[in-house]
Nanobody, 124 residues
Framework: QVQLVESGGGLVQAGGSLRLSCVHS????????MGWFRQAPGRERDFVAGISWSGGTTRYVDSVKGRFTISRDDAKSTVYLEMNSLKPEDTAVYYC?????????????????WGQGTQVTVSS
């Protein structure tokens, strides 16, 4: 089994920055592609960013391109989401997800493991 624990959420003003972290445990981190999703109140959970197991490929939803960066540190079994130039519409619960595989996955159903989520609130 894989466990995922997110941290780093909080309240920030528009234009500010946050870095989310997700620690992966239970199996070899390097076997897993990782992703970040978010769910705003009253909305479905949506893909934000994904990274391949090698770290060589990343993908982003259009609304965060140029502002968010996903990265991974295999020595720490951790995936990060660096979020800059935050906007009120980025407010959501952010979830880390993992799937064993070599691609960069963007669909919720493709992921097997999920963290508990961390709240990000951006005030205007």
């Amino acid at each position: 089994q894989v466990q995922l624990v997110e941290s780093g959420g909080g309240l920030v003003q528009a234009g500010g920055s946050l870095r989310l972290s997700c620690v992966h445990s239970g199996r070899k981190f390097g076997w897993y592609a990782m992703g970040w999703f978010r769910q705003a109140p009253g909305r479905e959970r949506d893909f934000v960013a994904g990274i391949s197991w090698s770290g060589g490929t990343t993908r982003y939803v259009d609304s965060v391109k140029g502002r968010f960066t996903i990265s991974r540190d295999d020595a720490k079994s951790t995936v990060y989401l660096e979020m800059n130039s935050l906007k009120p519409e980025d407010t959501a619960v952010y979830y880390c997800a993992a799937v064993e595989g070599s691609y960069t996955y963007t669909e919720e159903y493709e992921y097997d493991y999920w963290g508990q989520g961390t709240q990000v609130t951006v005030s205007s």
